[in-house]
């Protein structure tokens, strides 16, 4: 094992199968007459983490650059704006986190189907995860268009923010139907090693974003000014787009690489088998996502108690933040398609060196953005905000998310190594310990009972992540996912 590759001192799955081939006459063999060595598979791997990362990397940026500009343009309209989609954002980011579990399974299934070579099976668990993505999303909606208000007021937004939140929060969790089915048939190109079609689809919701948003919001071509609700109509138009886009991709015939995507009716009659299955994997990686958006939920409600300012600083700080999840996420997304289709060919060792490849890059490219938090935090902030009350907060803020970064980083990663390997509760668990355990009672303890400084709410976030990822590379490392080897991930277990 190389460097990034920890030895646990214990004997894993992974070093009895070396062991195995040590011993093996074959290996010998196979090792003199030029079978790769570990340097070579090492780079191999490296290739191909980064041939799937990189274009799941740049959708990423674009999907959040234009989350950014969402707000910039919504800042131009002043902070009461910047609030009222910061609330909104947080059940709009609740009902992603539902809909990511179901595709966390999407990916799990069918990656570990097609490495065994069942291409039957993977149109299955994508019929079948496509069916319960759009279930949860039409729940999603229903409750979103019906109580927008009470859902608002929950978060302690003032009667006036309520007032003028209602329409856009009604178009934009709206849009969540299209987002769902749209975030599994992506599911399903990644899970194929497909990640240069989603670009191309990010590339295009991006231009239909942006363009709207310039015209809605501020009036053009004849159409006048709706301002917030202009933006909320924007996303909701750009959702259907994309999910066209998808669409019409996956009907293209003589295209080996929609095979596994092209359903039919019968597809959806076989995905009843797996209903349980795809359940099993997407529970606790949904209720990993709702859990900690609960208790962001929570730790917002504790930053309402020190007024607009802190909240426009948070919401900020965290669109900026979501930059240095693009990295991260583009590299879990490809350790996860690369542990599955692994261990849907029975090698657990590949699915090893994946993890922990990807592991080591997503530290290597946590350094940068460390950089840019601790040293560009004020021009940065200066860009979104030039209200001294906002920037106070926010810079201090910046600092800390800096510090997160290699932590953040490799939780992000790992935990995308063990969902592909259909291990979806050892996340589950490090989301609860990382946020109901620290983030929340510590926030909740220096806001009411020491009545400190905004500064030390931001300090839990550091523990949080911290947490995450010292259970998640001790999980990791115990190889227990291993144990999980052939085309079934729910059955034996």
């Known amino acids: ?38 340097q070579e598979l090492r780079r191999r791997t490296d290739r191909d983490i ?16 234009v989350s950014l500009i969402d707000l910039w343009m919504l800042g131009r309209l002043g902070t009461e704006a910047v609030a009222v989609a910061g609330y909104t954002s947080q059940y709009y980011q609740l009902a992603q986190a539902g809909l990511l ?67 856009y929060f009604r178009f934009t969790l709206g849009s969540s139907i299209f987002f769902a089915l749209s975030l599994t048939i992506e599911s399903g190109f990644r899970a194929s090693r497909n990640t ?13 974003k942006l363009a709207l948003n310039a015209v809605l919001i501020f009036g053009g071509f004849g159409i006048a000014p709706l301002g917030l609700a202009g933006a909320g109509i924007a996303t909701l138009v750009a959702q259907v787009a994309g999910l066209t886009l998808f669409f019409t991709l996956t009907r293209r015939k003589n295209e080996p690489e929609t095979a596994a995507l092209r359903l039919s009716r019968a597809d959806f009659t076989g995905a009843r088998a797996l209903f349980r299955e795809t359940a099993h994997i997407s529970w606790p990686a949904a209720g ?28 900020i700080g965290v669109r900026l933040l979501a930059f240095s999840w693009i ?8 350790a996860s398609t690369l542990v599955g289709q692994a261990l849907g060919a029975r090698d657990v060792r590949l699915a090893a060196r994946a993890g922990w490849r990807a592991a080591r890059l997503s530290l290597i490219a946590a350094l940068p953005m460390f950089l840019v938090f601790a040293l560009l935090r004020i021009p940065l902030a200066e860009s979104f905000t030039k209200d001294k009350a906002v920037l106070g907060p926010l810079e201090p803020f910046m600092l800390l998310l800096g510090v997160a970064q290699p932590f953040l980083s490799l939780h992000f990663t790992l935990s995308g190594a063990l969902r592909g390997a259909g291990d979806t509760k050892t996340p589950l668990w490090s989301a609860i310990f990382g946020n109901w355990i620290f983030r929340v009672p510590l926030a909740l303890f220096v806001a009411t009972y020491l009545h400190a400084d905004v500064v030390w709410v931001w300090a839990t976030v550091v523990f949080d992540h911290v947490t995450r990822a010292v259970w998640l590379t001790w999980s990791f490392r115990r190889e227990r996912w291993a144990r999980n080897v052939g085309a079934g991930i729910g059955r034996g277990r």
Not at 50 to 63: C, G, H, K, T
Not at 149 to 155: D, K, P, S, V
Not at 327 to 334: C, D, E, L, V
Request: glycine share 8%.
């Open 1 to 38: 094992m190389s460097e990034s590759e920890p030895d646990s001192g214990l004997e894993t799955p992974l070093e009895l199968e070396l062991e195995l081939e040590a011993a093996s006459p074959a290996a010998g063999l196979a090792y003199e007459a030029g079978a790769p060595t570990r």
């Open 50 to 65: 980064v041939s799937l990362a990189w274009p799941a990397v740049v959708s990423q940026f674009l999907a959040t650059s």
């Open 101 to 167: 579990g179901l595709s966390v399974a999407c990916v799990a299934l069918m990656a570990r189907a097609l490495g065994a070579g069942d291409p039957a099976r993977a149109r299955h668990a994508f019929a079948a995860s496509l069916t319960l993505a759009f279930g949860a999303a039409v729940v999603i909606a229903a409750a979103s268009l019906a109580f927008p208000r009470a859902l608002l007021e929950i978060l302690g937004a003032s009667p006036h923010i309520v007032d003028r939140a209602v329409t």
């Open 196 to 208: 240069a079609m989603p670009l191309l689809i990010a590339a295009g919701v991006t231009g239909v």
């Open 288 to 315: 990993e996502r709702l859990l900690v958006n609960s208790a962001l939920f929570i730790y917002f409600r504790v930053l309402s108690g020190y007024g607009p300012a802190s909240i426009a600083a948070y919401t």
């Open 327 to 334: 990295a991260p996420t583009g590299i879990s997304i490809a």
